[in-house]
């Protein structure tokens, strides 16, 4: 059995404040809010609050400057290069993707979607399946699940391409505002179904990238699973050693 370890609260806590140093809401130049205000902001420790402004600092987010109090980097060369499924995922125009929308359908949801959504284990929840192709092979599957209640009203329940990513439909349709992202990577062997679409034979691993798409409060607003085959992924970082 596998076992879901939630993030530290201090790396929770510096996850929402890069996404809003991404999404402009502290562009760089500026002063991130107080020690005090995040504690009153987030209804965390002190301690919590100085770990996380420590882990943004080391990554090269934040710095601290004399007299003027922690001001925004913007984001690092690193993180530049790093490759965010998440973000890809969210932002994707399905009607422009090199590939197909292989499912659209109301399923029962998987145990490990059902406690990231909150929601019970004998709900149903809208499955949105994207197969993502270059060349004309398999690269990608990416399967985006979604609740009920964030699907009503909104063109998810669709079998057409969106003309917009989900993010940007999402908030437009429902309101919300999608605050920070969390990615968790596992490897597993994968379904005959995803074997099959993937065109992969029995037995073979794909790396699995679990996205969390979440508001300021933490509550899930979409959860994806990108299935990558093992084989036919290749990451590359150049970094100096100091």
Not at 37 to 57: C, D, H, I, Y
């Amino acid at each position: 059995m596998a076992y879901e370890v939630a993030a530290p609260k201090y790396v929770r806590l510096a996850q929402t404040l890069q996404g809003r140093i991404e999404d402009g809401t502290y562009p760089p130049g500026s002063r991130v809010p107080s020690e005090n205000q995040l504690v009153q902001a987030f209804g965390m420790s002190r301690p919590t609050v100085v770990r996380a402004l420590e882990l943004l600092k080391r990554d090269g987010w934040l710095e601290s400057r004399q007299g003027f109090g922690t001001i925004v980097r913007g984001r690092p060369e690193a993180a530049e290069r790093k490759v965010q499924r998440g973000r890809e995922v969210l932002d994707r125009q399905e009607d422009r993707a090199s590939g197909r929308l292989v499912e659209v359908r109301q399923v029962p949801v998987p145990p490990r979607v059902a406690a990231l959504l909150g929601v019970p284990r004998t709900a149903h929840v809208l499955l949105r399946r994207l197969l993502v192709e270059v060349d004309g092979e398999p690269v990608e599957l990416s399967s985006s699940y979604f609740s009920a209640s964030m699907a009503e009203g909104t063109e998810l329940g669709d079998s057409a391409p969106l003309a917009e990513g989900l993010r940007a439909h999402l908030e437009a349709r429902k309101k919300v505002r999608f605050d920070h992202v969390a990615e968790r990577i596992s490897a597993r062997i994968p379904s005959k179904e995803e074997a099959d679409l993937l065109e992969m034979a029995e037995g073979e691993p794909v790396l699995s990238v679990l996205v969390l798409a979440c508001d300021a409060s933490g509550q899930a607003l979409q959860v994806t699973d990108v299935l990558l085959p093992a084989d036919r992924q290749e990451l590359e970082e150049t970094y100096r050693l100091d």
